[in-house]
């Protein structure tokens, strides 16, 4: 684990996305709130702001920090039957949060794929990804293709 005892606590977010690829059937289900298991897009949102939380627990190395704000949220596009996750985390401390924003659309994806599996299994989870991030020594970070 790197030594982060040195560096100062600074004001630090970062925001990841992930999309998961529904299919027709899923989606709409999905979009209508009429799975089975409920309301798949507040399970989502919940399931990664707990990922985030989680996120020391679960990624070896990685330093658990005290988080100021976890913000989760699916965006259904109906062009491409897709949700798209966006996750951004907060903190005042001495590391990132890039991996707890990354967690969150993790866990926030697989969580969504368990409310529809038993509709469709040809469900794909794509393109995790640093959206941005700011704070830290190493400055800022905005991805420029999204």
Do not use: W
Not at 55 to 65: D, F, G, K, S, V
Not at 82 to 103: D, H, K, Q, W, Y
Request: proline fraction near 2%; charge should be positive; aromatic fraction near 2%.
């Amino acid at each position: 684990m790197v030594d982060v005892s040195e560096k100062g606590r600074t004001c630090r977010s970062a925001t990841a996305s992930a999309t998961v690829q529904l299919g027709s059937k899923a989606f709409g289900l999905v979009h209508d709130n009429q799975l089975v298991k409920g309301d798949a897009l507040s399970v989502a949102r919940l399931a990664g702001i707990m990922g985030a939380k989680q996120t020391a627990a679960l990624i070896p190395l990685c330093h658990p920090l005290f988080l100021d704000h976890v913000a989760v949220s699916v965006e259904l596009q109906k062009d491409g039957q897709t949700a798209v996750i966006t996750a951004t985390c907060r903190t005042s401390g001495p590391t990132g949060v890039e991996m707890e924003a990354l967690t969150a659309v993790s866990v926030a994806a697989l969580a969504l794929y368990d409310m529809c599996k038993a509709v469709s299994r040809d469900i794909i989870i794509t393109d995790v990804k640093l959206l941005s991030k700011a704070g830290g020594q190493r400055g800022d970070y905005q991805r420029h293709h999204t």
